[in-house]
């Protein structure tokens, strides 16, 4: 819990992956678990569900949860996200080109922030004039776990009750006009998956992003590669979201005796899944804390993994790439500010979230 670690976990999350497994930190109330397997084997997991309180997907188990996800899940893959894609596509190009004329701009606040919550916002068909306020949100703790709901839901209920009465394709429209067994949803449901679903775009992509940019920033030599070959910036996208998920740490509660990382433990206990120490674990990845856009299989564990997966996988994925082939079209000369150096921080959350660069 110091400023240190925070600032960089990394040795600490090693530490803890080579001598304490699994281990209880009094400080965060939780039993902590590193190593890859044992995240993996704790996340999937019947008898862990989310910390309370909460009333999004996350929150939700069994019949519930597989009835709420079924409703936003065919409006975030396959032709659905290629659409919203395209605009996120258009965006990027109007905000790379806007950065394009400048001597020095900070692409975190000009770019990682505004694509993805635009993209999420394009897909509910929420009016883009609000993206600025769904980001303020978003940097005072809107996840996809919720946040800041009141005054989400303030903002919400008068695109519900026009919804209701002149439902579009939009997916805020789907979620207005759908039942789970003959009942449709509440506004309270509605508006607690919309804010997992801005708050997951607009906090964890926007760190995502910004954790990928710097990763190749700091290396020039893959990022030329990149630039040459277009077509492996999904993979150098999926290694940035291993050696730096923008969610190092996923939070359960036991409701029954559970066995974690092979030792029991009762009722009520609560699990920190260290997703960020299992992605460098060197018995899952090679030179685990190499940034390598060659890496065969950098897994998908950031995304968490079993039932509570992120269903945002794909549109995220579509975001950085349309976001980044706009920014190498725009920007030739791409590259840090002088004397700049990314400082990432945060642990339930992180990345950095300042980025200066030369764009010319
Ligand atoms: C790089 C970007 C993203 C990362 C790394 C990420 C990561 C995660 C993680 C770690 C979880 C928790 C899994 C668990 O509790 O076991 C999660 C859940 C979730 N994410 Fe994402 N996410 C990203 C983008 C998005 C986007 C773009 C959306 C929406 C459009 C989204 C919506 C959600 C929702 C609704 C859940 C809850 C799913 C459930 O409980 O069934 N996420 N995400």
Redesign the pocket.
């Known amino acids: 819990m110091s400023p240190g670690v925070a600032s960089d976990p990394y040795p600490a999350f090693r530490a803890l992956r080579e001598g304490f497994p699994l281990v209880r930190d009094e400080l965060l109330g939780a039993w902590v678990v590193s190593r890859y397997a044992d995240v993996c084997g704790a ?1 999937v997991q019947e008898g862990l569900v ?1 910390v309370p309180p909460g009333r ?5 188990e069994g019949h519930t ?1 597989r009835a ?2 079924a409703l ?1 899940e065919p409006a ?1 893959r396959g032709r659905a996200v290629a659409a919203l894609a395209a605009g996120a596509s258009r965006t990027a190009h109007v905000l790379a080109r806007r950065i394009a004329a400048r001597e020095e701009a900070d692409l975190f606040t000009e770019f990682c922030q505004w694509l ?1 919550t635009a ?2 916002m394009a ?1 509910l068909g929420l009016p883009h004039e609000d993206t600025a306020r769904v980001q303020v949100w978003c940097r005072g703790g809107l996840t ?2 919720g946040g800041h709901h009141h005054e989400l839901d303030a903002c919400l209920r008068p695109h519900l009750d026009r919804r209701r009465a002149h439902p579009g394709t939009d997916l805020l429209s789907v979620l207005c006009g759908a039942e789970i067994d003959g009942r449709p949803l509440s506004d309270e449901a509605v508006c607690g ?1 919309v804010g ?6 607009g906090e ?2 926007a ?3 910004a954790s990928f940019l710097a990763n190749l920033l700091d290396d020039p030599q893959q990022l030329a590669v990149v630039r040459e070959r277009r077509a492996l910036i999904p993979a150098a996208w999926a290694e940035s ?1 291993r050696r730096d ?3 190092p740490v ?1 939070l ?1 509660r036991a409701v029954r005796r559970v066995t974690v990382a092979g030792a029991p433990l009762p009722a009520g206990a609560v699990v920190a ?1 260290l ?1 960020g120490a299992a992605n460098r674990d060197p018995a899952r990845f090679a030179r685990p804390d190499r940034y390598d856009i060659h890496r065969s299989d950098p897994g998908r564990l ?12 794909e ?3 579509r ?2 790439e349309y976001g980044l082939r706009a920014l190498l079209d725009a920007l030739p000369g791409l590259r840090w500010a002088p004397g700049f150096r990314p400082a990432p921080r945060g642990l339930l959350t992180r990345g950095p979230r300042t980025l200066l660069v030369r764009p010319r």
């Open positions: 996340l989310a999004t997907l996350t929150h939700m949860h709420h996800r936003v975030l993805p993209a999420v897909a996809h776990l998956l997992s679903l801005l708050g997951g775009g964890a992509t760190l995502a992003f979201l998920p923008p969610a996923v359960r899944c997703v950031a995304f968490g993994t079993g039932r509570h997966a992120c269903p945002g996988a549109l995220a994925a975001t950085a």
